[in-house]
């Protein structure tokens, strides 16, 4: 199965920082985000990973290279100086991707999930994986009821970034910069999302104040065990 990694985004919140690099190659214990993915996948076996650049998206390219470092095949998609938000992004790599399944995960996010465990086939279109509420996003996202992921009702989990896709999801759609999130709610309202909840570690790295926290604690951990 391939892996896209999401890593074109300008990063606002994460300024000054992301003023000198794009946000997926800032440091937490001792290492890039998006390297901290490309271990975690690599262990679980998945080792074809295709990244979407945008934002000084030729440092990402130049840090990573073609993944040989990593044991990995790391392909390339260039965005436009205006992104074309993540449905968008995604839709221009499907060729990269083929016609299979494939993993969507952020750059920005920080989990010990189990790579290993995604379908490699879901039952629908999507497969999501949603996790506790943290306290910036109180409100949550979907719903997950009998395995499957709803709208517009409560009480609801946050989606962590993590999925698996198909291809048939983008049917009809055109180049250019469009959403994900009303795909996967026409999805979600035809029964086609089927989703996981992880009750494991997951944070969003979206402010340099939790970066900065991530970054204590990999490094306490990393002395606890070596």
Request: glycine share 10%.
């Amino acid at each position: 199965m391939k892996v896209m990694l999401l890593a074109a985004g300008r990063g606002e919140r994460m300024r000054p920082l992301t003023d000198i690099k794009p946000k997926p190659l800032l440091e937490a214990g001792g290492r890039a985000l998006i390297v901290h993915h490309l271990d975690a996948l690599r262990a679980a076996g998945l080792r074809e990973v295709v990244i979407n650049l945008g934002y000084r998206g030729e440092q990402i390219c130049a840090a990573l290279g073609d993944g040989r470092r990593y044991g990995m095949r790391i392909d390339y998609s260039r965005e436009p100086e205006q992104s074309l938000e993540t449905g968008g992004g995604i839709f221009q790599m499907l060729p990269l991707l083929g016609p299979a399944p494939f993993a969507v995960i952020n750059s920005d996010i920080w989990s010990d999930y189990p790579y290993a465990r995604l379908p490699r086939e879901p039952a629908g279109l999507a497969h999501l994986v949603l996790v506790d509420n943290p306290p910036h996003h109180p409100e949550g996202d979907f719903v997950l009821r009998e395995g499957l992921v709803l709208d517009n009702e409560t009480p609801r989990l946050t989606f962590s970034g993590i999925s698996i896709l198909r291809p048939e999801l983008f049917a009809g759609c055109q180049p250019g910069r469009f959403p994900l999130a009303p795909l996967l709610r026409r999805a979600m309202a035809a029964g086609r999302v089927s989703g996981e909840h992880y009750p494991g570690i997951w944070q969003d790295i979206g402010t340099p104040e939790r970066l900065y926290c991530l970054d204590r604690e990999l490094r306490v951990r990393r002395k606890i065990f070596p």
